[in-house]
């Protein structure tokens, strides 16, 4: 890295000859250091974020007490009296009541990694980390005999294949055939008897489905040697690092990113995966591109190629520049003020008075929160677009009008097409401004949890008055409103290494597309 | 017997022509930037299907003349015009005239190559589709036909849906004056339309002026007076926003009337 | 437009003023060159002096030289300069300038070759007061016609032309009474018709005098005189135009 620095010093100062001083010097330094600080920020953020997922070893832990535990190392520090320090992850929050436990390394006596520890993922109470004693069968179970405690993990494997089968299999069968015919049900006054057999069995079928997830139990031994019994249905998955080879942990680590990426939160959001947050924050950008880009690039031909350019204009333009100074929050309240309570309450009366007092429009949502940051963003996309316009030479409208085009049509064939890759420019802007700000989505829609998704299959598909889960707030929330702040700070690493991704996917998507358009323009078919 | 000097006697240094033979007749014109005078109080008329060259030095107006020609000039906001331009008779800024239908008849050409960012078929219809021209086989042949009017079609009939872009300066301006002549103009405004081209583009540009002729009055701005000498019939000298001479170019460039033109054409300091 | 001797060092370029500034000096280096052979030759003839009449003969690589020189320097300023207007019409008048002052070189060399014949044949021959006449009358032109054209002088050049009339009269009349003495005497026809070369010559270089001046009217007032009649020219097409 540091190396990138130099190469790129060197090539700065490429043009600069003998006795021109220390200025290349000093500017290369100032890039460099730009540089440095941008490596570092995503060193970070992928170390500690995406560090989390990796499956690490685990300790068995044996005091000079001759007290025994189970747990991942994570770090050493050394405190202010010359000991030193050492903090595991112990889980097991419903045995101990903390999942965390720091040990004066003087105290250890030995450190083993037996390779039976297991480490398990579950729907509450966050993970267990210890050993699998039996997998006890249920009356309905289809294996009726009792498991053997050394081939208890094989089974409990072979169980968490079908489980996770029998997962998908509900989830398919709710969204392929249970919403339909819920949704024909609800529509039709008078019920055809087809449909509602149909709906009755899909909901047998389903209740079965549940059925066989259910039932069976697992024991399960902490380090010290106090047994648990634990719902096998609620355990997501189970590994055993210190049985596992490199490529194994590879592929589990792979595993645990992706349930990160694609699953909902749990255990408050200190566990599980964030992608409604991801849904909420593309979603809510893609919305507001779409309000201000219209609405920007509008503006910017009205004050560049249709207004008289006079002391009213120039006024006009200076307070549209300074409008985006003005801090974020300022349009927070103005977007609660006058979208949420103002025309959202307005709305409320006027179309959806039969759920009043509950608030439809009248409360923070998708659209208020998208509004306010297109509002938050117009400036940029009306400066961007005026700069690309200013750019078009006169001779090209000139060239138009002397063809004959009226100035509409020489707008629209000819200046518009070309600032074309500005306006993109300005919307890339836009978005990469947008997508970072939380600090007014506060105010006008954004909430800890939404596991509900604003786009659904319900009609009308897009659900405008949803409140959303956003990334950034997310990160403010991991790490600010969280109770267990050590299992919470990986997570806030990854959320905010994820923002930046999306971020970056957004622009580049958009950038892409500009540079489509150039390509078009420069040269059509070569 | 010695010779008499005697001024009254001298010939004007404006040449006229009738009505019949005018395009462009000019009265009075004065036409202004934010109340600074471009042009002031000139009268002169252009003859048809002839080409008429502007020279003098860069601020004398001669750009200006020429913008106001096809109206370019109203559309600055501060612009200010006094006094008459009709063409063919009519009074170009008259309450019946089209100011679109009066550009698609004086058609213009501009310093700076500027097709548009679409291929040089595209380029081409513009002016055709601007009409509501829709049918591909129409398209077709008046591109065809007006490019092969610029001394272009050779060039670019392999490449008409390539990037107009992907053309040398010289190829480019040549398919801005076929885009002109696709509207089928009768007036052709050429605002120095070889200044920003090598020699030898310069020369198809004069070559095709000179072919134009037969079929459109045409109106040529220059800096380049070796250039008016070559293409030009007729040869207006503006200064300071007044016109100085307009005669013959054959008579101008051997033997200006007035001081103020020799020098401009010698390159002397006046 | 009128143009005075100064106009062409008024150019911004002071290259281009330094070579038309070339030009008219080389070209009345020339002039001067002429007028010294003609002065040589008649001088030769008069004074029966052979020596001096050799000196015109071999004189005369000179003056061509000086025409190849002066055409090429004018090439080089069409060429490079592209001139208009008074620039060129200079350059023009120059030009055609240096071909008549070759050709009066030319009739000057005849008359000294004429001259050398009858020095040889030793007897001063009859019809010399007329050459006398008439050369004094020749050279006044040449002389003139050089100066119209160092000074820009339209009156000058204009009375050049005019005096070309009344050489061709005397000539006419010197020739018919050379005629008869060649009747009277039969034994001087050698002679005379030597002396008759030499007033031909001598008209010749009138002729090629009265173009020199037409040139100096076509590079002050761009307007060719060559093939009208002088008397008709009327005050306007010589008139002032600015």
Redesign the interface.
Known sequence: MMDTATRLARDMNRGAGRGEGAWPWLAAGGVALSLLMVVALLVLLAGRGLGQFWPASLERVTLDDGRVFAGEPVRQIETCDGHREWLYATANRDLDGQAWRWVEAGRIVSRETPEDLVRLERQRWGPFIGYVRAVQPSANSPLGQPAVESSAWRILQARLVRARALRERLATLRASTLAPLAEELAAAESPRPATLAAFDAAQQQAAKLRDALGGESLVLESADGRRLTVPLESVLDAWRPNAMGPLAKLGLWGQRVWAFLSEGPRAANTDGGVWPAIFGTVLMVILMSLVVTPFGVLAAVYLHEIAYQGRLTRLVRIAVRNLAGVPSIVYGVFGLGVFVYGIGGTLDQWLFSAQLPSPTFGTGGLLWASLTLALLTLPVVIVATEEGLARIPDHQREGALALGATRYETLTRVVLPMALPAMLTGMILAVARAAGEVAPLMLVGVVKLAPRLPLDGDFPFLHLDSKFMHLGYHVFNLGFQSGDIESALPLVYATALLLVTVIVVLNLTAIFLRHHLRARHRVLHR | MSVIHSPSAAPSPIVDFADAASCFVIDDLTLDYAGKPALSGLTLRIPRQRVTAFIGPSGCGKSTLLRALNRLHDLNDEAGRQGRIRLEGTDIHGDEVDVAELRRRVGMVFQAPNPFPMSVYDNVAFGLRLQGIKRKRVLDEAVESALASAALWDEVKDRLHGSAWALSGGQQQRLVIARTLAVQPEVLLLDEPASALDPISTLKIEELIRGLKSRLTLVLVTHNMQQAARVSDYTAFLQAGELVEYAATDRLFTNPRLTRTENYITGRMS | ?D?TSD?HS????NQ?NQELEDLKTHLMAMGGLVEKQIQDAIAALLEGDSRLAERVRDNDTAVNDMQLKIDEECTRVLARR????????LVLAVIRATSDLERIGDEANKIARNALSLAESGRSARGFVEVRHISEHVRNMVRDALTAFARFD??LA?KVV?EDDAVDSEYTSAMRSLVTFMMEDPRSITSILSVMWILRALERIGDHADNLAEYVIYLVK??DIRHSDVDTLD??D?????
């Open positions: 437009m143009i106009t008024q150019h911004i370029s281009f592209q001139p208009a207007a008074s620039d060129l019409r339209t009156e204009l005019r761009g307007l005050e306007r010589l008139g002032s135009k600015g």
